[in-house]
């Protein structure tokens, strides 16, 4: 289908569709995602939120609900779906993003005037449905360790996300002009092969500090590079036009060696919140630390941070000396 093609149909969808406006109940849980909800996002969400989104709206709900009336729908209906979703051991996480999808379409349809109330307003994710496991953080002697295992352009890459906090899409993406003596100016990030904006507003708006280790091993990294010109690609692939793929690095430069240290089961993603962590450790200011990671404050704290039973340990035993001794009693003579 050319792009004119598809054009046409979607046209004759959609005037298919508000010629039933009248008539709500003519219209299509399938129609009303396809022609209505998803064309109104799309312009909303980044590359990364859509692909993930479209692809559990398509496994989950259209292929669930697609030729179902949108009037046909009750709350006991939709509740009876998640709790069938937990059953199936789906994530904690997995049938909470169920539950908002529901919720957001159904409060779009209102909206357009297909509905009058919405059936998913006070759906709630099944108690049944699995949690996730423990986050895990590295110790400093495993990324000590994890360092030591690396080649030259790995290790900046991974202190890139352990140290200075910033995403692998977003490390990998990095120019030379991008590389100043005390931060870094985020201005992109790749994603899935292609170039985007940063993730989120934030990364944007506040340029992460540059640690001064780091800094002299990208000056390393710098003077053994083939193009260091202020466009030119930090980490480039072999032909210097993009990026190296985030993937191929993994899988050809990090997973053997770390498998190989007994580190097999580190993540970027464990690497990025086991620096937030550390940093909640250290005592470091919650906004500081935010700001450094690209994050709101709510993000960074509970999403990010992992306390250790140590902290925690110390915590309560202070609280308990606190509350439980009694204060000195001064004899008057």
Known sequence: ????????????????????????????????????????????????????????????????????????????????YLDRMAARRLSFSTVDHLRWDLRQIFDMAVAEGYLSRNPAELLFTPKEAVRGRPKKVMSPAEVQLLLSALGLREMILARLVLIEGIRPGEALALKWGDVHADHLDVQRRVYRGKIDSPKTVRRAEVAPALSDATHALLEQWRAASPDVGPDAWAFPSETLRTPIARDN???????????????????????????????HEMGTDPKVAADQLGHTLDVSLNVYTQTSVVARKQAIDGLNGFLTTPPNVVKVS
């Open 1 to 80: 289908m050319t792009k004119t093609e598809a054009r046409e149909s979607l046209r004759e969808r959609l005037a298919a569709i508000n010629a039933k406006q009248g008539s709500p109940q003519k219209c299509t849980f399938g129609d009303f995602v396809h022609c209505v909800y998803l064309p109104f996002y799309r312009r909303k969400w980044k590359l990364s939120t859509s692909a993930t989104n479209e692809d559990r709206l398509r496994r989950c709900l259209v292929s669930e609900f697609e030729g179902c009336y949108l009037s046909s729908f009750r709350r006991l209906e939709l509740q009876d």
């Open 249 to 279: 690095l993994w899988r050809r430069h990090f997973s053997p060696f770390l498998k190989a240290v007994g580190l097999g089961w580190v993540t970027f993603q464990i690497m990025r919140r086991t620096s937030r962590s550390a940093q």
